[in-house]
C-alpha cells in the first residue's frame, strides 16, 4: 500500500471523521502530503553513496479561510503529515539531520484552496557536531532561512553540490516565502542542449512540451498542464522524465490506464498512450 493511502486511511480515523468536515475546502491532506513528498525529492541532497539528506522541518501556509478551519486541527494534522514525511523518506532512503516537524500558517495572500510549502533542514546537536559551522543569518532579505544550504552531516565528502538557495525564475518553486500554488510547482530545467533527450505530450492534438522533471496533471488551473474532462481529478497523475520516464497516480478518483493497462505507477515509453477520464494522452520522447 502507497504512502499516500496509508496516511489518508489514518486520517480517516482521526477525531470521529472530524477531518472529513473539515476538509471540503479545495486544499485536500493528501494534495499537502503530496507537497511535503515533492519538496523532499526537490530538496534532497547526496552526501555520500550510503546517505541522501533532506529536510525536516516544513511549514505549510494556507488561506486565512483554510487555517481559520485547519487552525483546532493542526496539532494532529501537522503530526500525521510528518509519519508520512517520515514514512515516505523510509521508502525513498532518505535520511534527516534533526526530527521532523510539520507546521501550519496563515498567509493573507493565499485565495481559498491554495498553499504554500517551505521547507529548510534544522540539525539536531547530534547531528551538528563536528559538521561545519552554518551561518549565523541568511543574507540580508532573505527571509527565516529556509531554502538556505544545511551544515553539512559530519563526515561529508567535499565537493558535493549544496541544497539550492535562490528562488527558480518568476518567483515560482518551494523555497520560503515563494508562492506555490496548490500541489506545488517545480523548477524549470536546464535549457535544452544538443543531444539531451526532449519530452512532450500530446493532447487532442496539441503537443505541451515538458521542460521540468516533473509534469502533474489534472483539472485543477494549477496542474501543469489542465485537462477539462470532469472525469479527471484536480491533481491526477504526474510524469517524472529520466532513465526511464515513468508516470505515477497521484490518488485520483478514477485511476490511470497506461498502454492499455490500469495501474497506479508504470514506466513510460516514446508513444505510450495514457488515458485520464476519458481523455487519451500520448507520451514522446526524441534524442537531440
Aim: charged share 20%; aromatic share 6%.
Amino acid at each position: 500500500m502507497g504512502v499516500l493511502k496509508k496516511f489518508e486511511q489514518r486520517l480517516e480515523g482521526l477525531v470521529n471523521g472530524t477531518f472529513a468536515k473539515v476538509f471540503k475546502s479545495e486544499v485536500q491532506p493528501v494534495e499537502i502530503a503530496g507537497a511535503l513528498q515533492r519538496e523532499c525529492d526537490n530538496n534532497a541532497t547526496i552526501w555520500n553513496r550510503d546517505r541522501t539528506v533532506v529536510p525536516n522541518d516544513f511549514i505549510v501556509e494556507l488561506s486565512a479561510p483554510d487555517f481559520e478551519r485547519l487552525s483546532p486541527y493542526s496539532g494532529q494534522l501537522g503530526d500525521e503529515l510528518a509519519g508520512m514525511v517520515r514514512d515516505y523518506a523510509k521508502q525513498q532512503r532518505y535520511t534527516f539531520m534533526g526530527p521532523i516537524k510539520v507546521h501550519l500558517e496563515k498567509a493573507d495572500d493565499l485565495d481559498t484552496g491554495l498553499y504554500r510549502v517551505r521547507s529548510r533542514t534544522l540539525a539536531s546537536s547530534s547531528s551538528q557536531q563536528g559538521a561545519p559551522a552554518a551561518p549565523a543569518a541568511p543574507p540580508a532579505g532573505r527571509p527565516g532561512g529556509y531554502g538556505y544550504p544545511p551544515a553539512a552531516p559530519a563526515g561529508a565528502p567535499a565537493g558535493v553540490p549544496p541544497m539550492p538557495s535562490a528562488p527558480p525564475p518568476g518567483g515560482q518553486g518551494g523555497g520560503y516565502g515563494y508562492p506555490q500554488p496548490a500541489g506545488g510547482q517545480r523548477p524549470p530545467a536546464p535549457p535544452a542542449s544538443a543531444g539531451r533527450t526532449r519530452y512532450w505530450i500530446e493532447i487532442n492534438g496539441t503537443r505541451h512540451q515538458i521542460s521540468r522533471p516533473t509534469l502533474v496533471l489534472g483539472r485543477s488551473t494549477d496542474a501543469d498542464v489542465r485537462i477539462d474532462d470532469p472525469g479527471v481529478s484536480r491533481r491526477h497523475c504526474e510524469i517524472r522524465t529520466g532513465t526511464p520516464s515513468t508516470i505515477q497516480d497521484l490518488g485520483s478518483t478514477n485511476g490511470i490506464v497506461v498502454d492499455g493497462q490500469h495501474t497506479t505507477r508504470a514506466t513510460l515509453r516514446d508513444g505510450s498512450r495514457i488515458v485520464v477520464g476519458s481523455t487519451t494522452v500520448i507520451y514522446r520522447q526524441a534524442e537531440g
